[in-house]
């Protein structure tokens, strides 16, 4: 189900984020205003535009997580083997993804004062 679901997301994310979804959804919602006067402006023309936008959006946000999640996990797979590749790299920050925040800031800090 995971290998399924990264295809899915990979394709939706670069579906959605493409001009022909830009223009579609435009067209939508050009024809959700045009058939507002066809319904006088109902509540119920405004609540299915409400209703429909606020699922897709609820979506969208899982799909869009799980493709920067994948995006993430790969960079931070490939700054490690750069390190572990890098003779003189410290290898004490491979998986620093997995660090707390403080362990990030103290790292971070030891840094910044051996090249200040």
């Known amino acids: 189900m995971d290998r399924g679901f990264t295809r899915f997301s990979a394709s939706v994310a670069r579906w959605t984020g493409s001009a022909w979804a830009f223009g579609a959804v435009s067209l939508i919602v050009l024809g959700w ?42 960079m931070q797979l490939k700054l490690d083997e750069l390190i572990s590749a890098s003779e003189n790299a410290s290898e004490h920050l491979i998986g620093a993804d997995m660090l707390s925040q403080s362990e990030i800031e103290g790292h971070r800090d030891e840094l910044h004062e051996r090249h200040a």
């Not at 609540?47 to 799980?66: K, N």
């Open 33 to 74: 205003l045009l058939l507002g006067p066809v319904f006088h402006w109902s509540n119920h023309w405004q609540l299915v535009a409400t209703t429909v936008t606020t699922i897709v959006t609820f979506l969208m946000v899982f799909v869009i997580q799980a493709t920067q999640n994948r995006h993430s996990a790969a």
